[in-house]
C-alpha cells in the first residue's frame, strides 16, 4: 500500500492511477489526517502530492515533520517537495521566479531517482517559491533555469523529491522517475493488477449489499457494462440490469445494445421513456438545468423500474443503484476536495436531493482507460470495452437550445453519418470521440440547387484523449472532414453548414453543455 497525501492538488487521483501503473496499490489520504493515523496504516511509501499555496502563506497546509523520519520512505513532489525541504532543514524561498508549464530541467547527478533517465528534459511546473538550499544529508540531482534545486534524494532515509509534477503527461520521464522511487528507492514490489481492483470491490459490494438486490443502470457504456460485471460477480441474480432508452441515444443505438449486452448480462430491461424525458426538457435550454432535469427523470426512472421489478420495498430495507461513475465525472461535477463545478454529470451532480438510492459505484476512483483494462481483463467483448464515450444526457447536451423530438432527429442522422464515416476511415480507435452539436437556434444562408437556404449549422468535435480530463482537438485527415461534411449537408435536410472545433480542453470541454 502507497498513501498519497492529499494537499488539494487536482493530481491527487493522477498520482494514485501512476502509482497503480507501476503495479503497485494506491490510496489517497486527506492531508488532514494525523501522521499516526497514517504510519498506523502501514504504507509502503507515502507521496506528498502537490498543491495550491505556498508553505509560508499563512493557513498553508502542512505535515508533522515526523512523517520524515518514521523509516517510512516519503517522495514529495511540488508542494510535497518543498514540505519536505522546509521541515528537515533546508531553504525554501519566494525567488520571484516562477514557473508555470513546461520547464527543462538538467539533471546534474542522476542518483538512484533520476537514472537513466537524458539529462535535458522537459517537464510540467507550476509554483511560485523554489527550493534553494536541500536539508543536510540529500543530494540534489538537478536544476531548472530559475531553481537551483528541482530534485534531492537521501537514498538512506528513503527520502526524495521533485520540484515537478511527474504524474501529468507532460512530463518526460514522469513514470520512470516514479517507478524508480517506488521499486528502487522504496522497495515496493510489482505484484497489483487490475484484477485486484476487481476482488476488492466484489468483497466490499457484498458487506454493503448483503442478501439484498440491485438494480444497474446501463448506458451501453463501457463504464457501466464494467460496474455491471462486478456487481454481478459479488451478487449474482440478485442484480437486474436496466436501460433507459430517455429518447437522445443515437441511430439505432437502443437495438445494439439490447443485442450486445444480452450475451453478457441475462436479464435487461429496457425502459422506453423518451416521451417522459423530452416532456421534461419542454421549453429548457439552459445546460445545467438540462442536465439536473434529465438527472432527475432518470432517478425517477430507475425507482419505477427498481418496484416493477422487485415489488415494493419492505419496511427498511435499502434500494441500491449501480453506477458506472468515474473519477472525472466526480471531479467535473465538483465532487473532488476543493474543485469547483464545470458541468453536472447526470450520475453525480445531476442527482435529485431526495434520492431514495443506495449509490454502490465501483469505478469512483478510476479513470476510463483504467475502466477499460478491468473490462479487458474481465472477458468483455471487445466492442463494449473500447466503445467511444458517449454522456448519460446523450444527444440532449449536444442541442444547442430545447431539445424538440425534430431536432433530436436531424441530429440523429447527421452524426449518423459522421460516425459512419470515421469508421470507415479506420480511426475509431485514434479518435477518442466526435460529438456532433447541432446549433438549433442559429441559423445560415446556403445556397443548394440554384436555390437559397436558410439551415442550421452543426459542428463536429473529434477530440483525441487519454482520460476525458483534458483533450486535444484531433487532426483528421481533409478528406474524411470533407465526406462528412458533404454528405451531411446532401442528406441531412435543414442542415446546410458544416463546422469543425478546434479547441482543446481547456479551455474548451469536450460536450458543448
Ligand atoms: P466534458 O464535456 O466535460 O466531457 O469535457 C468529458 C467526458 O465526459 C462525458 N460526459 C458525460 N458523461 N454523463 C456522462 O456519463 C454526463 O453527464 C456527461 N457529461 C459529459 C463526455 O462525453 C466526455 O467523454
Not at 534545486?149 to 515537478?164: I, P, R, T
Not at 520521464?173 to 528502487?184: C, I, M, R, S
Not at 438510492?357 to 478491468?374: H, S
Request: proline share 5%.
Amino acid at each position: 500500500l502507497v498513501l498519497v497525501v492529499d494537499f488539494g492538488a487536482q493530481y491527487a487521483q493522477l498520482i494514485a492511477r501512476r502509482v497503480r501503473e507501476a503495479r503497485v496499490y494506491s490510496e489517497i489520504v486527506p492531508h488532514t489526517l494525523p501522521v499516526e493515523e497514517i504510519l498506523a496504516r502501514k504504507p509502503k511509501a507515502i507521496i506528498l502530492s502537490g498543491g495550491p499555496s505556498s508553505v509560508y502563506a499563512e493557513g498553508a497546509p502542512g505535515i508533522d515533520t515526523a512523517i520524515f523520519t518514521s523509516g517510512t520512505p516519503v517522495f514529495g513532489m511540488c508542494y510535497g517537495f518543498q514540505l519536505m525541504a522546509s521541515g528537515l532543514g533546508g531553504e525554501v524561498a519566494h525567488t520571484g521566479a516562477r514557473e508555470y508549464g513546461r520547464t527543462d530541467v538538467v539533471v546534474g547527478e542522476p542518483g538512484t531517482l533520476l537514472a537513466d533517465i537524458p539529462a535535458e528534459h522537459r517537464v510540467w511546473m507550476s509554483h511560485g517559491d523554489s527550493v534553494t538550499a536541500a536539508p543536510e544529508g540529500f543530494t540534489v540531482l538537478a536544476s531548472t533555469a530559475s531553481t537551483p534545486v528541482a530534485a534531492f534524494e537521501n537514498v538512506d532515509s528513503g527520502l526524495a523529491g521533485v520540484q515537478w509534477h511527474p504524474e501529468v503527461l507532460h512530463s518526460e520521464h514522469g513514470q520512470a522517475v516514479l517507478e524508480h522511487f517506488l521499486h528502487d528507492i522504496a522497495g515496493c514490489r510489482q505484484t497489483w493488477t487490475m484484477l485486484n481492483i476487481v476482488e476488492e470491490q466484489v468483497e466490499r459490494i457484498r458487506e454493503q449489499v448483503g442478501d439484498g438486490r440491485a438494480i444497474c443502470a446501463l448506458s451501453g457504456g463501457v463504464d457501466s457494462a464494467v460496474a455491471a460485471a462486478i456487481v454481478q460477480r459479488a451478487i449474482g441474480d440478485r442484480l437486474t440490469c436496466v436501460y433507459v432508452d430517455h429518447g437522445m441515444m443515437r441511430l439505432g443505438e437502443t437495438e445494439q445494445v439490447r443485442r450486445d449486452f444480452e450475451e453478457v448480462f441475462d436479464a435487461l430491461d429496457v425502459v422506453d421513456a423518451a416521451d417522459q424525458f423530452i416532456d421534461a426538457l419542454a421549453g429548457v435550454s439552459e445546460p445545467e438545468q438540462k442536465r439536473k432535469i434529465i438527472g432527475r427523470e432518470f432517478i425517477r426512472t430507475f425507482e419505477a423500474a427498481q418496484v416493477r421489478v422487485f415489488g415494493d420495498a419492505d419496511e427498511g430495507e435499502t434500494a441500491y443503484l449501480v453506477q458506472g461513475t468515474l473519477y472525472p465525472d466526480v471531479v467535473e461535477s465538483g465532487g473532488g476536495a476543493g474543485t469547483s463545478n464545470i458541468k453536472s454529470h447526470h450520475n453525480v451532480g445531476g442527482l435529485p436531493d431526495d434520492l431514495k438510492f443506495e449509490l454502490i459505484e465501483p469505478l469512483r476512483t478510476l479513470f476510463k482507460d483504467e475502466v477499460r483494462a478491468v473490462g479487458e481483463q474481465l472477458g468483455l467483448p471487445s466492442t463494449m470495452v473500447w466503445r467511444q464515450p458517449f454522456p448519460g444526457p446523450g444527444l440532449g447536451i449536444r442541442i444547442i437550445g430545447e431539445v424538440t423530438r425534430e431536432r433530436l432527429d436531424l441530429l440523429r442522422e447527421a452524426d449518423a453519418i459522421a460516425r459512419e464515416e470515421l469508421t470507415r476511415a479506420g480511426l475509431d480507435r485514434d479518435i477518442w470521440q466526435m460529438p456532433v452539436v447541432l446549433l438549433a437556434d442559429v441559423r445560415s444562408v446556403g445556397v443548394q440547387g440554384d436555390g437559397r437556404t436558410y439551415g442550421h449549422p452543426v459542428v463536429i468535435r473529434p477530440v483525441t484523449s487519454e482520460d476525458a480530463m483534458t483533450a486535444d482537438w484531433a487532426r483528421l485527415p481533409y478528406d474524411v472532414i470533407e465526406r462528412i461534411s458533404t454528405r451531411i449537408t446532401n442528406e441531412v435536410a435543414e442542415v446546410n453548414r458544416v463546422t469543425l472545433d478546434v479547441t482543446s480542453k481547456p479551455p474548451g470541454t469536450i460536450e458543448w453543455e
